[in-house]
T-cell receptor
Framework: EADIYQTPRYLVIGTGKKITLECSQT?????MYWYQQDPGMELHLIHYSYGVNSTEKGDLSSESTVSRIRTEHFPLTLESARPSHTSQYLC???????????????FGSGTRLTVV | AQSVAQPEDQVNVAEGNPLTVKCTYSVSGNPYLFWYVQYPNRGLQFLLK??????LVKGSYGFEAEFNKSQTSFHLKKPSALVSDSALYFCAALNSGYSTLTFGKGTMLLVSP
């Protein structure tokens, strides 16, 4: 079973609320990622991190922010949720740089967010 | 720019028949290619990868993929489909800086009994 955990699995919240999606991994991976999966099921990279105190924006512009204070923890925060943020959010990690990313990613089970 | 294309939104196959899910790629430098599977309400699971070596790569659950450099393809195959193989399949390529994976749009595989 995957050693990367996302909580909550499902979340329904009202517009304007602040939310944090949690992601933790126990594999000691340096690199972590957040993907947004739209209803058409495409995956869009929104944030990634090379390690502690490193964060980068991904290919898709996002109103969310991330932090990486500990290696194992990579939370994603929405300051003011809107219905357009309704999506599935997937967290992943990889053992970069040692393997150069060539082992691919390990994914969490995802958080399905609905903003009403 | 690097890209991965999965030309079929959906593939339908009868149980017991062979299946192919297509993927083509466009990368600079050596291609490092992956297949992932996603079951409903789950994250993605790693199936197999091509880094170097044999063009036929074997992976989990009886899947294999054929790397073809001249056609820039990395098609996923299985000799005999199972109903339980029904899921969403993603092809991906590691970008030239080895920092992130670029995913295709995904192909839904439906295996009928």
């Amino acid at each position: 079973e995957a050693d990367i955990y996302q909580t909550p699995r499902y979340l329904v919240i009202g517009t304007g609320k602040k939310i944090t999606l949690e992601c933790s991994q126990t594999m000691g991976h340096d690199k972590m990622y957040w993907y947004q999966q739209d209803p058409g099921m495409e995956l869009h990279l929104i944030h990634y991190s090379y390690g502690v105190n490193s964060t980068e924006k991904g290919d898709l512009s996002s109103e969310s922010t991330v932090s990486r204070i500990r290696t194992e923890h990579f939370p994603l925060t929405l300051e003011s949720a809107r219905p357009s943020h309704t999506s599935q959010y997937l967290c992943a990690s990889s053992e970069y740089p040692r393997t150069g990313g060539m082992d691919g990613y390990t994914f969490g089970s995802g958080t399905r967010l609905t903003v009403v | 720019a690097q890209s991965v294309a999965q030309p079929e939104d959906q593939v339908n196959v009868a149980e017991g028949n062979p299946l192919t899910v297509k993927c083509t790629y466009s990368v600079s430098g050596n291609p490092y290619l992956f297949w992932y599977v996603q079951y409903p309400n789950r994250g993605l699971q790693f199936l197999l990868k091509y880094i170097t070596g044999d063009n036929l790569v074997k992976g989990s659950y009886g899947f294999e993929a054929e790397f073809n450099k001249s056609q820039t393809s990395f098609h996923l195959k299985k000799p005999s489909a199972l109903v339980s193989d029904s899921a969403l399949y993603f092809c991906a390529a590691l970008n030239s800086g080895y920092s992130t994976l670029t995913f295709g749009k995904g192909t839904m595989l439906l295996v009928s009994p």
